[in-house]
């Protein structure tokens, strides 16, 4: 079987059985989407928590200093003490409710098994590697960009450029309405 047939085979199989559709757990959050190209209207369910301390990964650290005095001798400390403006928010649930393309809805099944307990800080990044590997010229910078294995059967939508946005939704609609949030929250 080629890769290409695989991927079509992952991608079908989000489509037709999709992680998060139609959710019933209560948001904290919802957000809308639309693509005008393709007529994708998707609108985004989380649920955010606060992200404990105990609970930040290791590599969330940008930056330290050897004068930090670190809480209960806790090295996941760093990420919230050395960058202040660090993300302290992870999604606990996330779902979708969609009128979509299937390369829409599939991604947004991809988004809602990928995102549990990341971090917006993580998830912000892996929307912009997505969105430059399925930009990519070539497969082997697909590859190397996408290093979550899981997310490499969107890569196919490479052929395709007008698809591209119906890949990114989900994704880039989460990102930017959060981004929006927050800088709503800043300003008031």
Not at 18 to 45: A, K
Request: glycine share 4%; proline share 5%.
């Amino acid at each position: 079987m080629a890769l290409n047939q695989l991927y079509q085979q992952q991608i079908k199989q989000h489509a037709n059985a999709p992680v998060g559709l139609s959710p019933t757990f209560q948001p904290t959050h919802q957000f809308d989407g639309y693509n005008p190209t393709c007529g994708d209207e998707i609108t985004l369910l989380l649920k955010l928590e606060e992200i404990k301390l105990e609970a930040l990964e290791f590599e969330e650290l940008e930056c330290a200093s050897p004068q930090l005095k670190i809480p209960n001798n806790k090295p996941d400390a760093l990420a919230v003490v050395a960058n202040n403006q660090a993300d302290h928010y992870h999604i606990s649930q996330i779902g979708f409710t969609a009128d979509a393309c299937t390369i829409c809805v599939a991604s947004a099944s991809l988004l809602c098994e990928f995102a549990a307990n990341k971090s917006l800080k993580h998830l912000q990044a892996m929307t912009e590697r997505l969105k430059t590997a399925l930009n990519a010229p070539n497969e082997s910078e697909l590859n190397n960009l996408l290093t979550d294995t899981s997310l490499l059967c969107l890569g196919g939508v490479r052929q395709y450029p007008s698809r591209i946005n119906c890949a990114l939704l989900p994704w880039q609609t989460m990102i930017e309405s959060i981004t929006n949030e927050q800088t709503q929250a800043h300003k008031d």
